[in-house]
């Protein structure tokens, strides 16, 4: 991979960065964007707002196929997540429309766009999970996150990530994202690194997975009553086959989910069968460590698998600040050292 020098940004599940009220975070993400010397491209599509891009996903899925296809285009970067990416699926495999678009591109989301990831890992293409435009490089701060900005800066420089580290501190959410918060912190707390809940502190495979949330509306249609027909029509969830040997990435939204519903949606995931194939498991931060141990407990109890390790307290994910973790390139866990380190060879 090489430097990044054109990003292509693309409103795959919620348009709101098209919306007035958002204006003042666009044009400080912009302007950053700029001053690292970037070509900052909207697809068409991108700013209509979140009626429009609610009401046409077939644009949506356009604007993705026209920003791989697009030579000049180095990195394709989501706006933010959402919740209903499921419905570019038709727009996408019908006819083979994504297999036939991908190239070797930068790919980088998080939350909703979990289901993104899961469509390119089925044709084949890597992508990067952790970071958003509206979410980190439009952060209201006086600049970005430090933790946030460092792994940002390192793909757009090398087109990759070498290695992970925890952070130092992690930040409470916004709970106010007017004008009138612009230069303004959030309060900050001490972060106690990656913690090995159970099994070995090395292990390795491919990282995959996401938002647990959206993983649990593959198979739980509560929120859109056919977004599990649509992910079984299409094969989103990777077969056994597929996850054998990989990293089961696991993070948790804004909606902060009770720990009635999160054991529901582990008790899913590993009636699949997945928790038998995989070598490890990756558990982001929740934000404002909102249930943080109700999860580590179920975690273990609802997976009972002793052997299978459990590393906790990724900064990846809802909570900030966040790292960005390569999907598709080996992954090395070690605990003891606190480190992830990615085979870019």
Known sequence: MQKIKTVAIVSLSSGIIGEPFVKHELDIGIKRLEAYGLSVRFMPHALKGIDYVKEHPEKRAE?????????EVDMILCANGGDDTYRLLPYLFDHDELKKAVTDKVFLGFSDTTINHLMLHKVGARSFYGQSFLADVCEMDKEMLPYTRKY???????????????????????????????????????????????????????????????????????????????????????????????????????????????????????STGVF???????????????????????????????DLPILCNLNIGHARPRCILPFGVQAAVDAGRQTITFDNA
């Not at 604007?63 to 030579?71: E, G």
């Not at 757009?156 to 130092?168: A, F, K, L, M, N």
């Not at 558990?283 to 407990?297: I, L, Q, S, V, W």
């Open 63 to 71: 604007d993705l196929l026209a920003a791989y296809q697009d030579p």
């Open 152 to 270: 940002f800066e390192e793909l757009i420089e090398t087109g990759t990530i070498r290695q992970v580290t925890p952070s130092d501190i992690w930040y409470e959410e916004r709970t106010n994202f007017g004008p009138d918060q612009v230069g303004k912190p959030t309060p900050d707390h001490p972060n106690q690194g990656f913690e090995l809940l159970q099994g070995p502190e090395r292990f390795s495979g491919k990282i995959l997975g996401g938002c647990i949330d959206s993983l649990y509306d593959f198979f739980d249609g509560e929120r859109y009553g056919d977004m599990p027909v649509l992910c079984k029509k299409y094969g989103l969830f990777p077969s056994l086959e597929d996850w054998r040997g990989r990293i089961l990435l696991l993070e948790s939204c804004e909606e902060k989910m009770p720990p009635e519903k999160y054991e529901q949606a582990l008790l899913k995931l590993k």
């Open 276 to 306: 038998d194939a995989i070598s490890g498991v990756l558990a982001g931060k929740p934000m404002d460590e909102t249930y943080h141990t109700e999860y580590k407990k179920l975690l273990t109890e609802v997976i009972g698998k002793p």
